[in-house]
């Protein structure tokens, strides 16, 4: 039976306010629990959904997102009516030229593949974003979008209203309560909220209506489909549905809420449960699933935390999250931090409440972050590929840019509290 939805991931974007953690590749690529990558949940909300026809559109630093992805085995996309295609933007041909060039923005990356989407021929087109934290069965908000005989379904999470300004936010009558109800007005990042519904960037559409929407959007100037189609559909007057989700959502767009959503792993019933939820990634991809197991040393000490296959724990690690072939030596404390893969922790370091990328070492006795002990502060970033020099102190907030020249590190060994290093 050849399948009816057609699901769309946008996973091309940098998000400036991940810094150095999106410096090399999309946020969703960004290494996530100890063993994931982001995108790895709207696949596998895919894969339980029985939704098997995937397009992922790309663009920036694609090559970590496309090594992990692979054939996309991992997620049960490989089969005679299932598969994941990446799509990256084209370049070159003259006569097509509104179909090759670089996408303008998450609209516009949807209309240059429209002759992928007809090609086949969907009942309903599934746009997501490849970059949030969360567990939904799509065939919910499908079903409730088949059931409205709505042109566009959303699904929404209600939000504080003095955070709704960040998010693209609609007014929602009760025609279904808990359920769902029509939209009746649509903001995207409004100054002043007028509602507290927030879009999850999960949308439905009746393919005629994407189609229309997208041709007409070429003609502006701007090509989003929160600030732009929308409140086109709406103000078409087309029947625009809200789904109300309750579930855990993880927006991750900055480096404070990404390190929540990692801590959240964390506790005794953590609001994210990956086994749950049946998170799903390539385990082949940095070698994971040939990792030796973890070796906790003798007189370590790790409470409250995941340490995941080709850990050395030898020191001290407390409500952190440690990536394959993080090492920490004797002494070295670690508390509240996630470690990406192959971090090298030397004797007497302190790291807390600190994110590191892959592949950096920190010299004996480094101090970086808040003080032993304290909670309060904002995270530390150290981008990839870094050699932190031994007796260095990184304060709270600092950022250091991958790859940085050991000339470039302060000769008095201290990174000031906020300071940005590159």
């Not at 909300?45 to 397009?55: V, W």
């Not at 519904?197 to 439905?204: E, I, P, Q, Y």
Request: some cysteine.
């Amino acid at each position: 039976m050849k399948p009816s939805t057609l699901a769309m991931i946008l996973a091309g974007g940098r998000v400036d306010e991940l810094d150095v953690l999106t410096y090399y590749r999309p946020k969703s690529a960004v290494p996530f629990g100890g063993f994931a990558r982001v995108i790895d949940f709207p696949l596998s909300n895919l894969l339980h959904s029985g939704i098997e026809q995937i397009a992922i559109l790309s663009q920036y630093r694609s090559y970590s997102l496309l090594n992990h992805i692979g054939t996309g085995a991992s997620w049960d996309m490989v089969g005679r009516d299932r598969g994941v295609s990446i799509l990256p933007p084209v370049k070159g041909n003259s006569d097509l030229k509104a179909a090759t060039d670089w996408y303008r923005g998450t609209a516009d990356a949807v209309y240059k593949n429209l002759d992928f989407i007809r090609y086949h021929n969907p009942e309903e087109i599934l746009i997501l974003s490849g970059d949030h934290i969360y567990k939904m069965d799509y065939q919910d908000i499908i079903s409730y979008h088949h059931q409205k005989d709505a042109d566009l379904t959303v699904a929404f999470l209600k939000v504080p209203r003095d955070e709704a300004k960040r998010f693209g936010v609609a007014a929602i009558d009760d025609e279904d309560g808990e359920l769902g109800g029509r939209v009746t007005a649509y903001w995207e990042k409004p100054e002043n909220p007028e509602a507290d519904w927030a879009s999850l960037t999960v949308l439905v559409f009746k393919p005629e209506v994407l189609y229309k929407a997208l041709e007409e959007n070429q003609q502006a100037d701007s090509f989003e489909f929160g600030k732009d189609i929308i409140p086109q559909v709406l103000a078409a007057g087309k029947k625009v549905y809200g789904y109300k989700y309750k579930g855990y959502w993880g927006y991750t767009r900055t480096v404070e809420e990404y390190w929540q959503s990692n801590m959240d792993l964390l506790g005794d019933n953590p609001p994210i449960d990956m086994e749950d939820w049946g998170l799903r990634t390539n385990m082949d991809h940095r070698g994971i699933r040939d990792a030796q197991p973890a070796l906790i040393g003798s007189d370590a000490i790790v409470e409250n935390s995941l340490v995941y296959n080709g850990c050395v724990v030898e020191g001290t690690v407390r409500n952190s999250i440690l990536f394959p072939g993080v090492k920490v030596a004797k002494g070295a404390i670690v508390e509240n931090s996630v470690l990406f893969f192959n971090n090298k922790i030397a004797e007497n370091c302190s790291l807390n409440k600190v994110i590191t990328d892959v592949n950096s070492s920190f010299g004996d006795s480094v101090s970086i972050g808040l003080k032993v002990g304290e909670t309060d502060g904002a995270v530390t970033v150290v981008g990839w590929d870094n050699h932190v020099p031994q007796g260095m102190a990184i304060g709270v907030g600092a950022t250091v840019y991958p790859h940085l020249e050991q000339g470039k590190w302060p000769q008095n060994n201290v990174v000031a509290a906020g300071e940005v290093l590159k």
